[in-house]
């Protein structure tokens, strides 16, 4: 449930750009955190596709929602009123790339449970 009651949508979907928008994200800055295209993004909201548990995970942090509540509607779901969002969107933004850009994103993912992160390697 949301801070005000209701679920906020019956599918991943509709969470996922309920979220989103009370987040204050665009499409292109959601994108940019999960390191994503914004056409991915827009195919999970539309339930034309669905987003693999590593994005799920960080989804779930970066639009502050609980995973229960992304996958299920259940659980602490979005703020109705976020303040800042601008700098906080910023914020989040900047932190993903810097981790992508150092190579630190993988010991984040290691944190999360992932056992193996970065490409497989061929013997």
Known sequence: MTTDGTTGGRTLGARIRLARRIAGFSLEDLGDALQVSRSAVSQWEENQTLPRQEHMDII??????????????KGKGP????????GYRREVI?????LIATGKFDHVLLKLGY?????????
Do not use: C, F, I, Y
């Open 60 to 73: 779930s942090e970066v639009l502050r929602v609980s995973l229960d509540w992304l996958a299920k509607g």
């Open 79 to 86: 703020k109705t009123t976020v303040q800042d969002n601008g």
């Open 94 to 98: 900047g932190k993903m790339q810097r």
């Open 115 to 123: 056992r193996h992160v970065g490409p497989k390697h061929k013997k």
